[in-house]
């Protein structure tokens, strides 16, 4: 059995390659023998950092002088269809394409000739190769361009199977008139992922709270305002983090993708301070590269303040309680099933004096906090234990077509 594993891996976002990850360590572990390939934004970095054979995502076509020029007469039309004869061709052979998690189905910081129409191309070319394809544990919405929203809704009605991430994508795709009563719901895929050890601390009684900061500058790709919501989110964030020193708070940044380095540059040149008091930092900027690297950074802290996903869903399975600075209602998911509904504030309209008397809360009340969280984290990872299950089947049911199973041991058990 041969299995493609489509999305926007290797680009620098820990949340998307931890999605990855998880799956890959689901189908490793399954006792069908498959061969996986992985068509994603980064090959070489994905195949050297999991073992497995990778392709682009983006079709390169050959030009020269003449092709561009009858290219660009024709409106880009010749060079869009070699480009999809060469994913006919990527895909001839394969069985299953599997698109794991990720907020795949929405246009954030996306025209909708980026992903939305590389999720188009590449499921109709699967569907005209005869494959199988499944969208596992995604998230979905908003979708505010007409023309994402098309190519999006028809690439995710090919699927053979979908399941959502949280309660909220799958209202978002009924509400815009998709059939979602065959879709299960699950959890993300990263819950999956085992959590870090805790860390021991030099100081038992010092406090840290991590603060989860983005390079965030709206919704929209190119946005006219985008410097200047960057500069007030960041300008908050740092209002924030001065108020935890002062009372004697410890801080941790935390980070969710490449870009997010960006953000802590520009906040650690807000407390140059910081690095005058060496001995004794208030302030903790370490690179994080993976999943396992940010949870590994929230061992180390009491409670979370963060705006990406992944940081949320990294400090929910590490136990920590979490107030959420979201650009979307992902975030609300999350902790509504994990008992801090109210800790849900939106990434341009936060209030920092609400954020303040938060933490104090937060800090006053963790205990009972951390059995919630919890409680739903390990609600969760049975959503998950269940949709491997599913899978798994389905995986069987393949092979057993394509005469690979001959051993009735290997058959999946009820």
Known sequence: MKIALLG?????????????EAMLDFLRSSKVDAEL?????????????????????????????????????LGDIPRQVIGFYTILAQLNGLDLMIIP????????????????????????AARLNRMRIAFVSIGAGPIRLPLSRLFLKTGARMAHYRSYRDKLSRD???????????????????????????????????????????AYS???KADEDGEAIYRTYLDKIAEFISWLQEHGLNVRLLTGDIVDRRA??????????????????????????????????IAHTDIVVATRYHNVVCALRMGRPVISLAYSSKNDALLSATGLEEYCHYVETFDVEVLKSQVEKMLADRARLVLEVKKGVAGFRAQLAEQEASIHATLFEIAEQRGEIRDVSQLPQS
């Not at 994603?40 to 050959?62: F, G, L, M, Q």
């Not at 998709?178 to 819950?191: C, E, K, Q, T, W």
């Not at 999956?192 to 406090?207: I, Q």
């Not at 520009?266 to 993976?290: C, L, R, W, Y």
Request: hydrophobic share 45%.
């Open 37 to 73: 390939v992985c068509i994603c934004s980064n090959p070489e970095a994905i195949a050297k950092k999991y073992n497995i054979e990778a392709i682009s995502i983006r079709v390169i076509v050959a030009r020269g002088r003449w092709f561009n020029r009858i290219n660009r007469i």
């Open 218 to 220: 709206g919704w929209k």
């Open 264 to 297: 802590v540059v520009d906040i650690m040149k807000m407390f140059p301070q910081n690095e005058a008091n060496s001995g004794s930092k208030h302030i903790v900027a370490e690179e994080m590269t993976s999943l396992h690297d940010v949870m590994a950074q």
């Open 101 to 124: 998690g990720t907020g795949i189905l929405d246009d954030f910081q996306e025209t909708a000739f980026g992903w939305p129409f590389v999720i188009l191309r590449w499921c109709l």
């Open 172 to 214: 978002f795709m009924k509400s815009i008139g998709f059939d979602v009563s065959r879709d299960p719901l699950s959890a993300d895929l990263a819950f999956g992922l085992p959590a870090a050890a805790e860390s021991s601390r030099e100081n038992p009684t010092a406090v840290y709270v991590g603060v989860g900061v983005m």
């Open 8 to 20: 926007q891996f290797g680009s620098g976002n820990t949340g998307n390659d931890g999605s990855l």
